[in-house]
């Protein structure tokens, strides 16, 4: 019998082998590229080339260039709804509060609470290169911000939901994404501002020199590429999506633990 | 000759042998063991010694690579800081596993010597 067993695990095995090699020819990606992505790859980063000079982001990484500025406008607009999606979670847990004398709970053990607070800074480190890289190196805004908030997570999972609840200002962060989403706007608009003061053309959402729109965010900071608007755009775009995570987990795990006040 | 490079990348080979050997260990004790702790025991085995120690070696191996340049030291810090977090979380995991289901009453020792903690479980 345990032959039987044996010879069925290895065809099983041996037929999905055969399965994915033969697949894979299908599936793999082949060497061809279509002319829109061959654009894209060609004016990411082409200060060299003088006519696709007009329409190069000056980003290594496509994904970026290609999210917050070719279709920046739709970034935009995504970055919002987040924001409406959190604040109607507040409205509808609006008037929550920890009850006064309820327990904070024990959590899990002293060892995995050690680790944690250890491992905190680091995951808040991974997050801020992973945000403040994303014009370099795959990775951006909103990956960075989804890595901080996994440190509310962890709060919540290994201390209690009463534990953060107690020591997370909500306003405070709720502020602070107010502030995050202010500075994407206002980057959006930073060019155009300025086109109206030195009467100039130019754009909204306008981030390189465009034909007729000589003016141009900065390219680099001592040497150090930021690429314009898009350093700037991951940067609040990081702050934001950290703290609405972070709300949005908090209040999602609270509605059980507390009381409602007659607070309108 | 026995230059720093070759004795470094002597090293990091022992230690990536000694974690390729310590993952097989570690399946066969997953596979062989009676109980759950005993078999979490035998996985943590495979992630200390078997990752680690694994890490460790490609870092020191990492360093005697000269076509890298400077960017083999951003390599061995990369991998010394994984090593790092897996000795943490690896421990600290299977720490938290075997207290949840001793706590939850899910798995029984058995077989059993002894059971301070909850006797009942024993046996």
């Known amino acids: 019998m345990r032959i039987v067993e044996i010879a069925v695990i290895i065809l099983i095995v041996l037929a999905f082998g055969l399965l994915i090699t033969v697949a894979f020819s299908y599936i793999a990606p082949g060497t061809r590229i279509r002319p829109l992505g061959e654009f894209y790859l060609y004016a990411t980063y082409n200060p060299y080339d003088p006519i696709v000079r007009l329409f190069t982001v000056m980003s290594p990484e496509g994904v970026t260039a290609i999210v917050w500025d070719f279709r920046g406008l739709d970034t935009l607009f995504e970055t919002s709804v987040f924001y409406l999606a959190i604040i109607g979670a507040l409205a509808l847990t609006r008037g929550l509060m920890p009850a006064p004398r309820s327990e904070e709970g024990q959590g899990l053990s002293v060892i995995v609470k050690s680790v944690t607070k250890i491992t905190a800074p680091m995951i808040l480190a991974v997050g801020a290169s992973v945000g403040l890289h994303g014009h370099l190196t795959p990775g951006g805004g909103f990956q960075g911000g989804s890595v901080i908030a996994v440190i509310p997570m962890l709060m919540i999972v290994i201390f209690s939901v009463l534990f953060l609840a107690k020591r997370m200002n909500v306003t405070g962060f709720l502020i602070l994404r107010s502030i995050g989403l202010a500075i994407i706007g206002f980057t959006g608009v930073a060019l155009f501002i300025a086109g109206l003061v030195l009467g100039v053309p130019a754009w909204v959402f306008q981030n390189m020199p465009k034909p007729g729109a000589p003016l141009s965010m900065p390219v680099e900071v001592h040497g150090a590429l930021i690429s314009g608007t898009l350093w700037f755009f991951n940067l609040a775009e990081m702050v934001a999506v950290a703290s609405g995570f972070s709300i949005a987990f908090l209040i999602l795990l609270l509605v059980k633990e507390v009381e409602f006040r007659g607070k309108s | ?123």
């Open chain 2, 1 to 123: 000759m026995l230059d720093g490079a070759t004795v470094l990348r002597v090293i990091g080979s022992a230690l990536v042998c000694l974690g390729a050997f310590a993952a097989v260990v570690s399946a066969i004790g997953f596979h062989r063991f009676k109980n759950f702790y005993l078999r979490l025991h035998a996985s943590t085995v495979g992630t200390i010694w078997g990752t680690v120690y694994a890490l460790v070696g490609t870092a020191l191996i990492s360093l005697t690579i000269e076509e890298f340049g400077a960017t083999k030291w951003f390599i061995f810090g990369n991998i010394i800081v994984t090593a790092i977090l897996v000795f943490l979380l690896g421990s600290a995991g299977s720490h938290t596993l075997a207290r949840g289901v001793h706590k939850a009453r899910v798995a029984r020792v058995q077989p059993c010597v002894a059971d301070k903690l909850d006797p009942e479980l024993c046996g």
